[in-house]
Structures are given as C-alpha cells and as structure tokens.
C-alpha cells in the first residue's frame, strides 16, 4: 500500500488491510486537521486511535473499531499499518504537490509568454503611447491574475465565468470610469482555466473600450445557449464608426478565433453591441 503513486488506492488499502487483519467493523483516517478520510464499515464497542507519524511529526490517526477488546499483538499489528499508512499518505501528498507545481509552472510560462506576445503586438503599432501602452498592458496582466484568483480560490481546473466577469468588471470601472453606469446580467458558466484566461483578456479589451469609447452606460451579458457561449458588451456611445481598430481589437480578434474557436461581431444598435460567441 505504500506503492502507489494514487492515495485514493492507498488509503483503499489502508482500510481493507486493517480491517482484514484484525477482524474490524470499521476503520477510519482522521487527519491533522480533523478531517476524516475514507470512513469505512461501521462503529463498534471498542476502538483503538494508532497515531500516524511522520519524521516525528504526528500526522494523523488510524482509528480502528469492532465489538471485542483488541489484544496487545492486534495493537502491535495497529501500529505496523499505521506506519505504512503515514508512508503512503505522505507518499501521495508529496506527488500532488509535484503535480501541482508543474501544472502551476506550466500555467505561468504560457500566460508570461501571452503577456509578451501583447507587448510585442501593441510595440508594432504604427503609433505607440507609452502611457498609454503600459496602462493597457497593466490592465491585461491583472485580468490573467484574476483567472488564477479564481483558480486558487475553487482549487479546480474550470472557472465560473460569471464571477471572474464580475471580478473584472468592478476592477476596470474602479480605474477607468467609476462615474459611468454598468448593467450586468451574468449567467454561471463554467469554463476550463486556460481557455478563461483568453475570455478574460477578451473581456477587458472590450469592456475597457465601452467604457473609455461609450457613452454613459454599458451592458454586459453573459450566457449559454445550448453549446454555446455568448458574452455582448454594449453601450451607448457613436456607434460602430466610433469605435477603435487599434491593437485591442486586433487582438480580441486574434484570441476570440485561435483559443476560444469562436467568432466576433460587432453591431450599431444605437452605440456599439460587441458580440463574442464560442463552444462551451
């Protein structure tokens, strides 16, 4: 039961060992922090707490019960599984913890190499404003860090998207425009992490812009229609003719196709209806 590289099998084991071995009706894990996992058969007359240790730090316990006293070899026999048990839990942690830092390693890398690909796209620009250039890279940066708030936060590979808009939309209107009026209507969609973290550039461009470019309000709709996805930022400003064609649209339009596979409308009704609309 130390073997396996799986603590859901380790502690399967655990249970089944010790249960086997001295006849229990039922056995549990208690945890340092009160938690008890794999809660297995049933509770008895007597029980036995064997404490798990690990490099002389107790960890957990191994609680064992059946209806008769258990006997000095049966509590030694205890204390052996309790022993292979701390091994396999320490075992399983540790390979999380190895798989986690990878994914968190590898989720950073792709994410520092977009923020470089906007920088380089936003320094070809014909006309560059530096004050201008590193406000939206500001703004951009934060909108990723918000996707990995939310990560943190649910300790889950997908986002509720209605939450992270939510997040970024108090965020933007704080720093560019607290005066405007903002109208949200968003549904719970949830969405995997690398695939939010483009939804989340894409919404701060076109939402940035309905705020600096619009009139004095903004809608923000987001829903799911059948296998769809549809997120529409409108406002109530000069209409399509008003709005930028500057580097934030190129790449909205570049992010909406090539990571979110999905298409990009914009319409004049009475102000500029951006309409972003991907597979869920």
């Known amino acids: 039961m130390s073997e396996s590289l799986?603590?859901?099998?380790?502690?399967?084991?655990?249970?089944?060992?010790?249960?086997?071995?001295?006849?229990?009706?039922?056995?549990a894990l208690v945890l340092e922090d009160g938690k008890i996992a794999w809660p297995e058969g049933r509770a008895g007359e007597y029980a036995v707490r064997t404490p798990l240790r690990w490099k002389r730090r107790q960890i957990g316990e191994l609680v064992a019960d059946r209806?008769?006293?258990f006997t000095d070899e049966e509590q030694q026999l205890l204390s052996s599984i309790a022993h292979h048990a701390a091994v396999a839990l320490e075992h399983g942690r540790a390979v999380m913890r190895g798989v986690l830092a990878q994914e968190i390693h590898h989720?950073?890398?792709?994410?520092?190499?977009t923020v470089a690909s906007l920088l380089r796209l936003q320094a070809r620009g014909d006309v560059v404003d530096a004050r201008r250039?590193?406000?939206?890279s500001v703004n951009r940066i934060l909108a990723i860090a918000a996707v990995h708030e939310v990560l943190t936060e649910r300790r889950d590979e997908s986002v509720d998207l209605g939450d992270l808009l939510e997040r970024l939309r108090?965020?933007?209107?704080?720093?560019?425009?607290a005066d405007k009026r903002v109208a949200a209507s968003l549904e719970p969609v949830p969405l995997a992490g690398g695939?939010?973290?483009?939804l989340a550039l894409v919404f701060s461009e076109l939402f940035q812009n309905a705020l600096e470019h619009g009139g004095g309000s903004v809608r923000i709709e987001l829903a799911q229609r059948n296998e769809d996805v549809v997120l529409a930022i409108a406002d109530d400003g000069g209409g399509i003719d008003g709005a930028p064609r500057g580097t934030g649209l190129s790449i909205v339009?570049?992010?909406?196709?090539?990571?979110?596979?999905?298409?990009?409308?914009?319409?004049?009704?009475?102000?500029?209806?951006?309409?972003?609309v991907f597979p869920a």
Do not use: H
Request: charged share 25%; glycine share 8%.
């Open 6 to 27: 799986y603590l859901e099998e380790s502690l399967e084991a655990i249970f089944k060992t010790t249960m086997d071995a001295v006849s229990a009706t039922g056995a």
């Open 107 to 113: 989720r950073v890398k792709n994410n520092l190499q």
């Open 253 to 276: 339009e570049a992010l909406v196709r090539d990571e979110l596979g999905g298409t990009l409308s914009l319409a004049d009704e009475g102000g500029l209806r951006a309409e972003v």
């Open 133 to 136: 250039a590193l406000d939206d």
């Open 170 to 177: 108090a965020m933007l209107v704080q720093g560019l425009a």
């Open 195 to 198: 695939r939010a973290t483009a």
């Open 67 to 69: 209806d008769t006293p």
